[in-house]
């Protein structure tokens, strides 16, 4: 008689990929999950049906207030459904589902945390103050009922000793994160992306790949090519899905301000073949972030043998040190046009020796394919100890 295969369900707000890394780091975990053996579903309070060809994916549409998502709906399918599964993992914090976890599941679930208790959040004295009440009357309960906490590195584990809010006596766990290494048709994805943006075709770029977003520190890259200008041969790719916020409007201003506009292209999202023709045409991929707990477009740059400019911010950003796949700056003006200025003097040799050790970061750190201390092992492990 055949073992009954052990089956996992994931609950997160959205797949929207306007959402960044969690979207991409959701589907790419799951099809490991599954290819280890745990039947793995999705479901998401998604408006739009979001469908997989691999992972069966549950949308319920139905909620209100778009941030908290307070949905009776998922209560309603949670509680009829639920037996059907062995394990959940529910993603992000400051939702309704983490609440309906705790209410619904018992001690069957573990919370993703997907940075969101980075330090850089305790700055918005308004938004902080809130998230503290809430933590204290509702979120940390939440946490305290559930397997642990997953988080991405050592860097983000230190982190919560600095965050806003107290996470002593909640279990933490340290998951091996990051993508499969995507299969790409080189001269179809440069033709797509050329296509796109024929005038970069002749010309050395930098690519910025994720939400425009005050933490993502987009104006550091603009106000240092302002800097460099004279000595900078360059242009930048700036791509995100414009959602026209304040803060899209003050990176177009900036750029407007300092006359860059022929050098700092300004882009809504790319996506698929796109996306992947921007990562291999570019030069390096740029993230000047203040805060981060992974960054899955870093990633997916080193996959693509691309060397990255980012902060000590990012949590990843001692191993792409050690393996000097990258340079590394403080989040500030000053250092991160230092490193750039660095990286745009380096000769080809110095270049080819960076991008060699991008692609090795990569496949000894974040390819999801090693399934050493992978994942999916570590699903296991919490799902055991839960028997």
Known sequence: MSKKKIKILRIISSLDPKFGGPTRGIIETSKQLIDSGLETEILTLDKKKI???????????????????????????LNKNKNKYDFFIIHGLWQFQTLVARILLKKKYV???????????K??????????????????KNLLNSRSLLITSIGEKNSLNNTYVDTSNIKKV??????????????????????????????????????????KGCEIIINSI??????????????????????????????????????????????GDEKWGAIKASKAMLLPSHGENFGISLVEALS??????????????????????????????????????EFENYKQRTLSLISSNALTCFNKNFDLSDKRKSFSKTIKELIKNNE
């Not at 469908?51 to 399918?77: A, E, G, R, V």
């Not at 902060?311 to 500030?332: D, E, H, P, R």
């Open 51 to 77: 469908k997989h060809s691999k992972i069966k994916i549950h949308n319920i549409s139905s909620y209100i207030f778009d941030k908290y998502k307070f949905s009776l709906s998922l209560i309603k399918w």
């Open 111 to 121: 919370v993703f945390a997907h940075g969101q208790l980075d330090p850089f959040f």
């Open 123 to 140: 700055l918005n004295f308004i938004k902080r103050i809130k998230k503290q009440l809430y933590w204290k009357i509702i979120e940390k």
């Open 174 to 215: 340290i998951v091996k994160y990051g993508i499969y290494k995507e299969k790409i048709n080189e001269k179809k994805v440069l033709k797509k992306f050329y296509n796109k943006f024929p005038e970069l075709k002749k010309n050395n770029f930098y690519l910025f790949l994720g939400r425009y977003h005050e933490k």
């Open 226 to 271: 302002n800097s460099l200008r004279k000595n900078f041969n360059s242009k930048i790719l700036l791509a995100g899905p414009i959602n026209k916020t304040k803060y899209e409007q003050k990176l177009l201003e900036l750029i407007k301000k300092n006359k860059l506009e022929k050098i700092i292209l300004f882009s809504n999202a790319l996506y």
């Open 304 to 341: 693509l043998k691309k060397p990255v400019i980012t902060t000590n911010k990012v949590n990843i950003s001692k191993v792409i040190k050690k393996f000097n796949a990258g340079l590394i700056s403080k989040n500030n003006l000053n250092s991160f046009k230092l490193k750039l200025k």
